[in-house]
Nanobody, 121 residues
């Protein structure tokens, strides 16, 4: 069984910074892309940033230049460094990973439980 456990959310003032972490554990043969999504109240979940296994990254226009995604493959962990935070960044942030649990299995999509980020003005 695979689990994604997030940490690092919280309350911060506008202009501040937070760093989110997401560690994958359990039966893991290979981790492909890892990413962060967010969902604000009354809104659909949206992609924030994604990083491929080789390190290629992509960001939504809303966070480009302010957020940085990175990963430590030895620790099966993905990070999201969030700088210059705005009230509009307030949302529940979810970690996502495409994981092959064993060599002969297909890849599955896994989600973390979510971590709240609140940015006050």
């Amino acid at each position: 069984q695979v689990q994604l456990v997030e940490s690092g959310g919280g309350l911060v003032q506008a202009g501040g910074s937070l760093r989110l972490s997401c560690a994958a554990s359990g039966s893991i043969f290979r981790i492909n892309a890892m990413g962060w999504y967010r969902q604000a109240p009354g809104e659909q979940r949206e992609l924030v940033a994604i990083i491929a296994s080789g390190g290629t990254t992509n960001y939504s226009d809303a966070v480009k230049g302010r957020f940085t995604i990175s990963r430590d493959n030895a620790k099966n962990t993905v990070y999201l460094q969030m700088n210059s935070l705005k009230p509009g960044d307030t949302a529940v942030y979810y970690c996502n990973a495409g994981i092959t649990p064993v060599a002969w299995a297909r890849r599955f999509d896994y989600w973390g439980q979510g971590t709240q980020v609140t940015v006050s003005s």
